[in-house]
């Protein structure tokens, strides 16, 4: 069954440590993740962008394949499944199709209208038992070739987007999204201090978790980070993988053409990176 992100990240903000969450964008990959949570007795957090969501046809078939995959796995660690960086009529989508959590990336809006929408979305949330993460600072990346640097939230909006009654909050602290370039600066620890102080009690979300040193991953738990994204490093891992069984001729032996052989060593290739993130988060065994 389905959870909120609610009781695990407040579970973890508390104890310090921080819950995975991991974009799906396929069959092989939800599998990879959820029986990579269970064999380490971790929570976890399944994310899905609106163009993931797309590709698996829509909203409506991942939650029937998650749904279908906890029960025939025999799932029993928390996994709550979250809408990453939604849209505002795409955060409405997820919720009525069945997500347990969703995030309103509102951050490309002044922010007057984002706390507006916000608020909305936060009271279609409560009426559904659903959680929600709100982002302050837009997270930088890579589009049509050019490097953003990822801006720095303002602490104050923060606060005020926070005291809006979120479950978390995504503050960019100059983390990007997918490769990070080699003149990055990295994490802004003080700012990132001054939002956990401000916000109190609301864990912290820290995107863009592919390339982040392990030591300045530890020192964000530390100062509030709770909820950890990470896609482009399973996505390297399974093209690496899938390209070598292929260079290996793998798929003229036999049936080495079946797509469920072909697409086996990029799996294995996830769970490997899913687990190693769990072990730094420091999410084994708190399920």
């Known amino acids: 069954m389905l959870v909120t992100v609610d009781d695990m990240l407040k579970k973890a903000h508390k104890e310090g440590y921080a819950v995975g969450h991991f974009n799906i964008n396929n069959l092989e ?7 990579t949570a269970e064999e380490n007795s971790s929570p976890v957090i399944l994310g899905v962008s609106e163009g993931a969501a797309k590709y698996m046809t829509g909203f409506k078939t991942v939650v029937g394949m998650v749904n279908g995959m906890l029960e025939e796995l025999k799932i029993t660690v928390p996994v709550a499944l979250h809408l990453d960086h939604g849209s505002y009529d795409g955060a ?3 919720m009525e199709a069945g997500f347990s ?59 005020t987007i926070a005291d809006l009654g979120v479950s978390i909050l995504a503050a960019g602290i100059g983390n990007i999204h997918g490769r990070y370039p080699d003149n990055w600066k990295g994490l802004d620890f003080e700012v990132l201090k001054q939002i956990d102080d401000i916000t109190e ?31 482009t490093e399973c996505q390297w891992a399974f093209t690496e993988a899938t390209r070598k069984y ?11 053409f ?30």
């Open 201 to 231: 009690n609301t864990p912290l979300v820290l995107h863009g978790g592919t390339g982040i040193p392990s030591d300045m991953v530890k020192k964000a738990i530390g100062l509030g980070v709770a909820k950890i994204n990470v896609n």
């Open 258 to 287: 079946d797509p469920r052989k072909l697409l086996a060593p990029g799996t294995e290739a996830v769970k490997k990176i899913v687990k190693e993130k769990m072990e730094l988060f420091g999410s084994v065994n708190k399920a």
């Open 92 to 94: 409405k989508e997820a």
């Open 29 to 35: 990959w939800t599998k990879a993740i959820l029986l």
């Open 101 to 159: 959590s969703v995030m309103f990336d509102g951050s490309h809006y002044a922010i007057e209208e984002n706390i507006e929408k916000t608020k909305e979305i936060i009271r279609i949330a409560n009426e559904k038992g659903i959680s929600i993460e709100a982002e302050v600072g837009s997270i930088g990346g890579e589009e049509d070739g050019v490097v953003g640097t990822g801006e720095v939230a303002d602490p104050k909006e923060c606060k």
């Open 246 to 256: 292929i260079e290996d001729k793998k798929d003229l032996e036999g049936k080495g």
